[in-house]
């Protein structure tokens, strides 16, 4: 099956600097979805990714979609406490593996005020 | 709009009981997905439905896990007999029918501890 890799697998920051994570996968992807999880509660979506190269922004947090379609990245600019949280990327290719998910292990991001 | 709700929030519970957890997906979502997420193994889709109809449950663990969908409003995810190594938090999400947009909304969960 489709294998995701996320890094950094957590990150201590200063509030105030930039993060920036990513994800590669051993094949491609159609979408790319970017997830944050506070404790306690589900995922969130925080962008969405459709085409190949798109690069989107949400606020402070920009993603990109990987030309190759096997990366996306994930950048938070002026980081504030509460960024604090899990970062989960996904993945999906409807051809393959209809609507089904595929998410990376998690970027457990700390920010020190 | 209310979100994906799921019921209970926490269960405890005894090996060898059964459980069963509970969904309400987003009014007009076509889709309806459970997760399951533990520290060892992340987030795991466990089954999906579409317009009520289960389309992949190839990740369902065993014969001991059954979900149904019996209406566009409610899911359940039913464990019997329940086991330890079932405690984790399991997610309900639900989406649109693509192509307008499949982008899963995720519920609070429900965290379950089997003794």
């Known amino acids: 099956g489709q294998q995701l890799n996320q890094s950094p697998q957590s990150m201590f920051i200063q509030e105030g600097e930039d993060v920036s994570m990513n994800c590669t996968s051993s094949?491609?992807?159609?979408?790319w979805l970017w997830y944050k999880q506070d404790p306690g509660e589900g995922p969130v979506l925080l962008i969405a990714?459709?085409?190949?190269?798109e690069l989107t922004s949400n606020g402070r947090l920009t993603a990109q979609f990987g030309i190759t379609r096997k990366d996306s990245f994930l950048n938070i600019s002026a980081s504030i406490p509460s960024d604090v949280g899990i970062y989960f990327c996904?993945?999906?290719?409807?051809?393959?593996?209809?609507?089904?998910?595929?998410f990376g292990e998690g970027t457990q991001l700390t920010v020190n005020p | 709009d209310a979100g994906v709700i799921q019921s209970p929030r926490h269960e405890v519970t005894e090996m060898g009981q059964e459980v069963t957890l509970r969904c309400k997906p987003i009014?007009?979502?076509?889709?309806l997905f459970w997760y399951r997420q533990t520290m060892m193994r992340g987030l795991e889709l466990l089954i999906y439905f579409n317009n009520n109809v289960p389309i992949d449950d190839s990740g369902m663990p065993e014969d001991r896990f059954s979900a149904k969908m019996p209406n566009a409003s409610f899911s359940t995810l039913k464990i019997q007999p329940s086991e330890p190594r079932d405690s984790a938090v399991y997610f309900c999400?639900?989406?649109?029918?693509?192509?307008?947009?499949?982008?899963?909304?995720f519920g609070p969960g429900t965290r379950l501890t089997v003794l």
């Open positions: 009014s007009g979502h076509d889709y």
């Open positions: 999400a639900s989406s649109f029918d693509p192509p307008s947009t499949d982008t899963q909304y």
């Open positions: 990714l459709y085409k190949a190269g």
């Open positions: 996904a993945g999906q290719l409807k051809e393959t593996s209809g609507s089904r998910l595929t």
């Open positions: 094949s491609i992807f159609n979408t």
